[in-house]
């Protein structure tokens, strides 16, 4: 028993192969890091489009007195208006000066995609 815990100990065949296994995962691990930060900040980023696009909805409507036969109905009208900390100007971006970049920094955009 001895001596084959001597050979385990002094046996060096899988050092090699264990060692290329440490470098490999770490550059996995590394790569695999980056690419999720990559992929976080894009879907935020469509995200926080998504979120500009709802809030641009405008969901006004009016319509004038129907009147047909023996009955009629009078016009009605809703105003849209603009939402709590939304801007004047509508096509102004809401969103994109609080987004991310690659750096963790905010960007600054002033005025939204067209």
Do not use: H, K
């Amino acid at each position: 028993m001895r001596n084959f815990l001597a050979q385990l100990w002094s046996d060096e065949c899988g050092f090699v192969v264990s060692s290329e296994l440490v470098f490999v995962a770490t550059l996995l691990v590394i790569g695999l890091t980056t690419g999720f930060s990559a992929i976080r900040n894009q879907v935020v980023g469509e995200l926080a489009d998504v979120a500009d696009a709802v809030s641009e909805l405008d969901q006004s409507y009016s319509f004038a007195q129907i009147t047909a036969n023996n009955s009629s109905t009078r016009g009605a009208a809703f105003v849209d208006e603009n939402d709590l900390g939304e801007a004047d100007n509508a096509s102004q971006d809401q969103v994109a000066s609080s987004l991310p970049n690659e750096d963790g920094l905010a960007i600054s955009a002033g005025t939204g995609e067209r």
